[in-house]
C-alpha cells in the first residue's frame, strides 16, 4: 500500500466477482489474484474484515521477530503483513509487493475459501484463521465504511445493517466466510482463533500462536509481545494503527482504525427489531455448524 493522495478511488462502487463483492479495481486483477505464486513458507492471517486481523497480525510479525519491538517498528503494518488480494491502481498491489518481499512473508487476505488461490493449498502454507461475533462485526465494519474512503458509501446503519445481513457488502457473507474456512481446517494445517477467546485470555491464545509457528520464546519476551500488543500501545503506535495512511484513504477523524476493541458493543447499536431479525438470518445461516460465537465475555 502506498502513501498517497488516492482522491480518484474514493467511494468507488464494489464489484461482482462470482456473486461476491469486492473493491473496483480487484475485478482487472483477478487472475493474477488467483494465479499467485506462494512459497512453503509463507505465513497467512485470513479473516472476514474487522475480526481482529489487524491485532493477530502484530502478534505474528512480533513472534517471528523473536519480540524485538525495534524491528517491529521497521514499517507500518500494512506492509509488514501484506494484504494479498488488494489491487487498487494507484494505491496498492499486494500480489506485486509480496513477489518482492523476502522470505518468510506475512500474507493477509479476507477472501472466502474457495476463492483463495490454489497455490497456498499445494504449498501447504501455515494458515491462522481469525473469527469474530458476527455482530461486533457488524458494528465494527459500519464504522470502517465511513473512515475508510475506498469503501462504497455505507448508508445509514440500518441500511449497512440489511446490506451486511444479506452478503452485499465487500468480501461477502460473514456466515459463509466462517464456515467455509471452519470446515477447511479439518483437511489442511490451520489454526482457527476466536477474537472474544484472544481478548478474555490474551496469553492463552498467543502461546497456541508461538506453537503453531514453531517458536520458542522466553517468558520474558512472551511478556513483552503481549504488552506491545494490547489495544492500548497499539492504538499509540503509528506503525500498527493505520495512522501513517494519508487521510484520502482512511479519515480518523470520522472514526479511528482502532476503534474500541472490546466484545459486545453491538448492544449500543443494534435496536431490538434490528436483534430480532439478525438472530433469526443468523439462526437461518448457522444451522447444523458446529461453530459457536460468543457475543458478550
Ligand atoms: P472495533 O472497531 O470493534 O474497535 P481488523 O484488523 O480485522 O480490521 O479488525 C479491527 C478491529 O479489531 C477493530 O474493532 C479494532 O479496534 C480491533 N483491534 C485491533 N487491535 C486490537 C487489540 N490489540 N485488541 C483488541 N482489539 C483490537
Known amino acids: 500500500m502506498e502513501n498517497c493522495n488516492i482522491e480518484h478511488l474514493q467511494r468507488q462502487e464494489a464489484v461482482e466477482i462470482q456473486g461476491i463483492l469486492f473493491f473496483k479495481g480487484m475485478d482487472d486483477a483477478w487472475d493474477k489474484i488467483q494465479n499467485f505464486q506462494a512459497r512453503p ?3 497467512v492471517i485470513a479473516t472476514y474484515p474487522k475480526s481482529g486481523t489487524t491485532w493477530v497480525s502484530e502478534m ?3 513472534i517471528i521477530n523473536n519480540g524485538d519491538e525495534e524491528k517491529c517498528k521497521r514499517d507500518s503494518i500494512y506492509n509488514r503483513v501484506v494484504f494479498m488480494e488488494l489491487i487498487m491502481p494507484g494505491f496498492s498491489d499486494g500480489v506485486a509487493s509480496l513477489n518482492k518481499m523476502p522470505s518468510p512473508r506475512l500474507v493477509k487476505t479476507h477472501l472466502p475459501v474457495h476463492l483463495f488461490p490454489v497455490s497456498f493449498w499445494e504449498k501447504n502454507c501455515k494458515i491462522i484463521y481469525v473469527a469474530r461475533n458476527a455482530k ?7 464504522y470502517f465504511y465511513q473512515m475508510a474512503q475506498t469503501c462504497p458509501h455505507p448508508g445509514t446503519w440500518e441500511e449497512f445493517l440489511d446490506k451486511y445481513i444479506t452478503g452485499k457488502v465487500c468480501f461477502g457473507s460473514w456466515h459463509d466466510h466462517v464456515k467455509g474456512w471452519w470446515e477447511k481446517k479439518n483437511d489442511h494445517r ?3 482463533l476466536f477474537y472474544e477467546d484472544i481478548q478474555e485470555n490474551p496469553k492463552r491464545e498467543l502461546l497456541k500462536l508461538i506453537k503453531f509457528l514453531e ?3 522466553s517468558e ?3 511478556d513483552k509481545i503481549l504488552h506491545n500488543t494490547s489495544f492500548k500501545v497499539m492504538k499509540n503506535n503509528p506503525q500498527s494503527n ?3 495512511l494519508d487521510p484520502s484513504a482512511m479519515d480518523h477523524t470520522i472514526s479511528p482504525f482502532m ?8 448492544k449500543n447499536h443494534f435496536t431490538v427489531a434490528q436483534n430480532e431479525r439478525f438472530d433469526v438470518y443468523y439462526q437461518e445461516n448457522m444451522a447444523g455448524s458446529t461453530l459457536k460465537f460468543r457475543t458478550e465475555i
Open 41 to 43: 513458507s509463507d505465513i
Open 60 to 62: 505474528m510479525d512480533q
Open 136 to 142: 461486533d462485526v457488524a458494528v465494527s465494519y459500519y
Open 190 to 192: 490451520m489454526l482457527y
Open 215 to 217: 517458536k520458542d520464546l
Open 220 to 222: 520474558e519476551v512472551i
Open 242 to 244: 493505520y495512522t501513517t
Open 259 to 266: 476503534r474500541k476493541g472490546t466484545t459486545g458493543d453491538w
